[in-house]
């Protein structure tokens, strides 16, 4: 277990080598029961290398991890228990229907009472009276919605979002931050990474800059009050690119 | 038992899937279904060592369809990137392995029961007293044939050239399972007794242990990214 019992991530020295190509370059990242993390960054910069790695799809080259108190060497199966990813992609069956799909993960996870809790989540993220329809005539913004049902099934500690709004109309968008936002007024903790400055800022409590493979900046949320973001975002990604 | 518990999950899945769509089996099913109507009519019925060519029909048909269907079979995990969500579930990676060769062996089963009534049907050969050998033959032959086809399936299921590549990649190793399960069909075909290619059915029955063994050991390395 992890010395301070709120910590759900805790990274120390994270790099990734593809080839010559050093995609992440030491990163250190903590992140804390309830915390939301938004972490920007330019395209190349890392960001889905490092869900990737917190996700347990890549292999990290050096450096340590630990998810809710499991080293990443030691009980990888169990660890991937403690996710849920949200990506650009959904994962989904397009021609299973929306029942079928979450059936499917939950026997995956292993789930009891199965039934239920497909009803349950498919009622709450609304998509109850679309239960029994293919995925593939869902809109982008009912297969996103569906697609967060999927990553909370198994009820995991940490939700990592992988540049989720990609493909999102602005009203599929709106809708798709106030569920995040509810889901963090629920304490669900939350990682999330985008290159858009303009989503999420509101909700989030830490933000950080991902830049050249590496954490250039961080903070709360709160100690930016006054402060222009946006400003900080193209100071420090600049500084990187010389 | 958990374990096998969610291979069967994931073989149900693609067996729901293809319920749905009726994409796979029927275009397997078609396509062996007219290699034998093509050699029956290159060939005709009670020409001379028909008893030699016949059961190298059938394979052709069988394995044509297969490779078919094993091109396919990947289509669905990559379309979503479903095989990612996959990855990401608490189960050994094996376990997609396993999942994935079931269902491949459950569509290349009907394919082949419904393929064996029509070329009897077309080479005017009654079937039914050869049927137990010709179940010890298909049984023994396709798992051995679809576990390493699903192996390569995966390796080349991100290739753009996948229908190409696979065949290319896959003929060569299943050359052994060729060459036995057209000489144990040709002696069922004449009513001759198993024991007599008691060796080909051995090596058969080797190929499919060892085949099913390494792709449960590398399929972790053959899909992770």
């Known amino acids: 277990m992890d010395k301070d019992e709120n910590v759900i991530i805790r990274a120390e020295g994270l790099a990734k080598s593809f080839g010559h190509t050093r995609a992440l370059k030491g990163i250190d990242l903590t992140v804390r029961s309830g915390d939301f993390w938004l972490i920007f960054g330019p395209n190349g910069a890392g960001k889905s290398t490092l869900i990737g790695i917190l996700a347990t799809l890549l292999k990290q080259t050096k450096g340590k991890l630990t998810i809710d108190g499991i080293h990443s060497g030691n009980d990888i199966v169990e660890l991937r228990r403690k996710i849920g990813v949200i990506s650009h992609q959904t994962f989904l069956y397009g021609d299973l229907t929306a029942y079928e799909n979450l059936s499917f993960y939950g026997r995956l996870y292993g789930i009891d009472n199965l039934k239920t809790k497909v009803t349950g989540m498919l009622a709450e993220m609304g998509l109850a009276d679309w239960a029994d329809e293919r995925v593939r005539n869902f809109s982008r913004g009912m297969q996103q919605r569906l697609t967060i049902a999927r990553a909370l099934l198994h009820g995991p500690s940490i939700l990592l979002l992988d540049e989720p709004g990609t493909g999102l109309d602005q009203h599929a968008m709106r809708h798709f931050y106030h569920l995040l936002g509810d889901l963090h007024s629920q304490k669900q903790t939350i990682l999330m990474t985008s290159h858009n400055l303009t989503i999420g800022l509101e909700r989030c409590t830490h933000l950080a800059i991902l830049a050249g493979g590496r954490i250039v900046f961080s903070a709360q949320k709160s100690e930016l009050d006054g402060k222009n973001f946006e400003e900080i975002y193209f100071y420090y990604t600049e500084k990187e690119r010389k | ?225």
């Open chain 2, 1 to 225: 038992m958990k374990y096998f518990k969610k291979v069967l999950a994931i073989t149900v899945k693609d067996l729901l899937l293809e319920a749905h769509t009726k994409e796979l089996t029927p275009a397997m099913l078609i396509f062996s279904l007219i290699v034998i109507v093509i050699f029956n009519f290159s060939f005709e019925p009670g020409m001379q060592n028909s008893d030699i060519i016949t059961p190298g029909i059938l394979w052709i048909a069988f394995v044509f369809a297969g490779m078919l269907g094993l091109a396919r079979s990947f289509a669905e995990e990559h379309e979503q990137e479903a095989i990612r969500g996959l990855m990401l579930a608490p189960v050994d990676h094996s376990a997609i392995y396993l999942g994935k060769t079931l269902s491949n062996l459950v569509f290349l089963f009907c394919v082949e029961i419904i393929s064996v009534l029509a070329f009897g049907i077309f080479f005017n050969i009654n079937i039914f007293p050869i049927l137990p050998g010709l179940a010890v033959v298909l049984g023994l032959a396709t798992p051995g044939f679809v576990a390493v086809g699903t192996l390569y399936a995966a390796m080349a299921s991100n290739i753009r050239l996948r229908e190409i590549l696979l065949p290319v990649l896959l003929f060569p190793i299943i050359v052994p399972v060729l060459i036995a399960a057209v000489k144990i069909t040709g002696v069922v075909l004449k009513g001759q007794p198993l024991s007599g290619v008691s060796g080909w059915l051995n090596l058969l029955a080797a190929y499919d242990g060892i085949f099913i063994i390494v792709g449960v050991l590398t399929f972790e390395y053959v899909i992770e990214e």
